[in-house]
């Protein structure tokens, strides 16, 4: 596609359900990185994909939290048992280039999640 | 560490006037990226510009200018007559090896 693509757009779960959340990067582009935006507050890294590698998960704030990209495109963020501080949107990016500083970084629109 | 600062919280301007968003940065990395990204209402991160570290070349594209400079660890961006359109959360980012770290963001509101 053109650019990044997420889904869902918009999910409300309840608290203790595992959520998982689909990236779909720009055709060909190398790296893939997830970031979690609370309210009001900037993006904050949580993973980062080269291909199929997740070369840093560094950001992952628990065990909870699980992402994953097979086959170097599609990706999924998992969230097992939900809390109510998961809330956030959850923004996938993606990069043509695979090297250590990444060329422009294209965003998707983001997954909202809403745990009650 | 590398850290982001954008002081002003919220900005409200008239349609037309100039507005300078402000960017601080911190980082020990001698090569480096800085970013400015735009978000609407819609949520997506929209890209803007991308300068390395090396390169303190003030650049304008169109009624977008950015002012680089690493002796004040800034990197501020200047609309000039600004339009309702602009109205949106700014956000400045530094680039790390493999992320980008970015600041807690300035809300314009351009008036009518």
């Known amino acids: 596609g053109a650019g990044v693509s997420q889904s869902p757009r918009y999910k409300v779960a309840k608290r203790g359900q595992d959520v998982a959340l689909r990236c779909d990067p720009i055709?060909?582009?190398?790296?893939l990185f997830w970031y979690q935006q609370a309210l009001g507050q900037g993006p904050e890294f949580l993973t980062y994909?080269?291909?199929?590698?997740?070369?840093?998960k560094s950001g992952l704030p628990s065990d909870r939290f699980f992402a994953e990209r097979p086959e170097g495109s599609v990706s999924t963020l998992k969230i097992q048992r939900t809390q109510q501080e998961d809330s956030a949107v959850y923004l996938c990016?993606?990069?043509?280039?695979?090297?250590?500083?990444?060329?422009?970084?294209?965003f998707g629109e983001g997954s909202w999640l809403t745990v009650v | 560490a590398q850290k982001v600062t954008q002081a002003q919280t919220e900005i409200s301007v008239v349609e037309k006037e100039d507005v300078t968003l402000d960017c601080v940065y911190e980082t020990r990395d001698t090569t480096y990226y800085l970013f400015w990204y735009k978000q609407p209402p819609s949520g997506e991160l929209v890209f803007l510009i991308r300068?390395?570290?090396?390169?303190?070349q003030n650049e304008i594209s169109g009624r977008y200018s950015w002012n680089f400079q690493k002796s004040t660890s800034s990197f501020n961006f200047t609309i000039t007559a600004s339009q309702v359109v602009d109205s949106a959360v700014y956000f400045c980012a530094l680039g790390g090896a493999n992320n980008l770290f970015f600041g807690t963001g300035t809300r314009l509101t351009v008036i009518p």
């Open positions: 990016a993606s990069s043509s280039t695979g090297t250590a500083f990444p060329d422009s970084i294209y």
């Open positions: 055709s060909g582009h190398v790296s």
């Open positions: 300068r390395n570290s090396f390169d303190e």
């Open positions: 994909f080269q291909n199929e590698a997740q070369l840093d």
